[in-house]
């Protein structure tokens, strides 16, 4: 049982690249999210999904893409890397509850992603 | 809005206890509270529903008082495993989006000493 996998793990990034984040999960979840983690800080949400097919905003969607196809999957698209976009990036999943209450994360090992 | 934690740091000897607090200024689904250790992610401790409930794992317990938006999490007789950075997360209600949203407080360090 895999749970959430990122990968990669690592990636240095040049200003205007874009480039493509990886998450699936196998846990059968209804809910997935991306975070993104600065030096000291604590999370802010980026994107969530509660279904195939539905995605919404977090706190901070400015320069990131998502889609889900599919249960399993919710890939994170950096459509034009900036420096700013240095951080760590976790995806995490989740049951729903009763009226769409989230249950508890499970969290991928994260990406290290490196803009120069 | 981020949710406040407070404090910032703390710093015990094994078998202490502390308290680590948290507050919304929005109405609250539910409050969730993780730990992380250093280079790694964050690993889910408990959920706590609106009713006031308390939970807890291992001697961590935590607790949720509904009127005040606020939540507590007490470490009870610190082990050295204890360390590391504590998170609150707040659920609230999305009326017109597409899924409720989990936000996250800055975080509590908490190192246990021998």
């Known amino acids: 049982n895999a749970g959430v996998t990122q990968t990669p793990k690592f990636q240095v990034l040049k200003t205007g690249q874009s480039m493509t984040l990886q998450c699936a999960q196998d846990?059968?979840?209804?809910?997935m999210s991306w975070y993104r983690q600065d030096p000291g800080m604590g999370l802010r949400l980026i994107h969530y999904?509660?279904?195939?097919?539905?995605?919404d905003q977090g706190e901070v969607p400015n320069g990131y893409n998502v889609s889900r196809s599919t249960t399993e999957d919710f890939p994170l698209r950096l459509l034009s890397a900036a420096p700013s976009q240095t951080s760590v990036y976790f995806c995490?999943?989740?049951?729903?509850?009763?009226?769409?209450?989230?249950?508890?994360?499970?969290f991928g090992s994260g990406t290290r992603l490196t803009v120069v | 809005q981020q949710p406040v934690q407070s404090p910032q740091a703390v710093i015990l000897r094994e078998g202490e206890d502390a308290v680590i607090n948290c507050s919304s200024s929005k109405a609250l689904y539910s409050v969730h509270w993780y730990r992380q250790k250093h280079g790694e992610a964050p690993v889910f401790l408990m959920i706590?529903?609106?009713?006031?409930e308390q939970k807890g794992h291992e001697k961590i317990s935590a607790s949720f008082n509904e009127k005040k938006q606020q939540s507590s999490l007490y470490l009870t007789a610190s082990q050295l495993s204890y360390s590391g950075t504590y998170f609150c997360g707040t659920e609230t209600k999305m009326i017109k989006a597409a899924g409720n949203k989990l936000t996250f407080g800055g975080g509590t360090r908490v190192l246990v000493k021998p």
């Open positions: 846990m059968n979840h209804e809910y």
């Open positions: 995490a999943s989740s049951y729903l509850r009763g009226q769409g209450m989230i249950y508890g994360y499970t």
């Open positions: 999904s509660v279904g195939a097919g539905i995605t």
């Open positions: 706590l529903l609106k009713g006031g």
